[in-house]
């Protein structure tokens, strides 16, 4: 069963620092890795989405890098602020899955950037 | 853009009692997907559907039963509820491996 496991599991920063989320995942065979955003009672917003064959995605002020052979994926948030507190989340999709496109899902990191 | 709308979000029920989540997307997406999310345990998958008529289930899919009778819509069934099924519900589809898109969540305590 792949695992997915983020660190780390909640990080505070102030205003304006650039930070790094970490992501681990067991199984090299993925199809894609996405990243999400969660808001408190909220749903989830995709925010980047990295195919096997791709290094990075950028979007504004995020780039996700991925590095299948080793298994770990980063969410680099530029100048951080404190609408981007949130809890981000990692997901993968295995290219052999037996369940469809159901993407396996990390514990996710819990950001909150202060004024 | 409604994308995929999930109803109720907030749900009371007793024990025994059952209840139908509704999950519809009007992006013609062929896959759908239901999971719960519970702190400590991240979002596990519980059945999904790969196009109409075809479900199949996920990696909790105990006490749950689902349908897909169009492209559109993936109810998500509770037939007898328990005080573990208390968690938050979320809808997902996608067009094969693209981007996945998730509804807000139904927000389920069974006392």
């Known amino acids: 069963k792949q695992e997915v496991t983020q660190i780390p599991a909640a990080l505070s920063v102030p205003e304006g620092e650039n930070l790094v989320l970490n992501c681990s995942f067991t199984?090299?065979?993925?199809?894609?890795l996405q990243w999400f955003r969660q808001d408190p009672g909220k749903g989830l917003t995709s925010l980047l989405l990295?195919?096997?064959?791709?290094r990075e995605q950028t979007s504004g002020r995020l780039n996700a890098s991925l590095d299948k052979s080793s298994g770990r994926s980063t969410l680099y948030i530029a100048a951080s602020q404190p609408g981007d507190s949130a809890t981000y989340l990692c997901?993968?999709?295995?290219?052999?899955?037996?369940?469809?496109?159901?993407?396996?899902f990390g514990k996710g990191t819990s950001l909150l950037v202060t004024p | 853009n409604a994308g995929v709308t999930q109803t109720p979000k907030f749900q009371v029920l007793k024990t025994g009692q059952s209840m139908t989540l509704q999950c519809a997307q009007d992006?013609?997406?062929?896959?759908m997907s239901w999971y719960r999310q519970d702190p400590g345990m991240g979002l596990r998958l519980i059945h999904y559907?790969?196009?109409?008529?075809?479900?199949d289930q996920g990696e909790v899919p105990n006490g749950y039963n689902v349908s897909r009778s169009t492209t559109e819509d993936f109810p998500l069934r509770l037939l007898s509820a328990a005080p573990s099924q208390t968690s938050v519900y979320f809808c997902?589809?996608?067009?094969?491996?693209?981007?996945?898109?998730f509804g807000d969540g139904t927000r389920l305590s069974i006392l």
């Open positions: 559907s790969v196009g109409a008529g075809i479900t």
């Open positions: 997902a589809s996608s067009s094969g491996g693209q981007p996945q898109h």
């Open positions: 199984d090299s065979a993925i199809y894609n």
């Open positions: 997901a993968v999709l295995l290219q052999n899955s037996n369940s469809g496109y159901a993407l396996n």
């Open positions: 990295i195919q096997s064959s791709q």
């Open positions: 992006m013609n997406h062929e896959y």
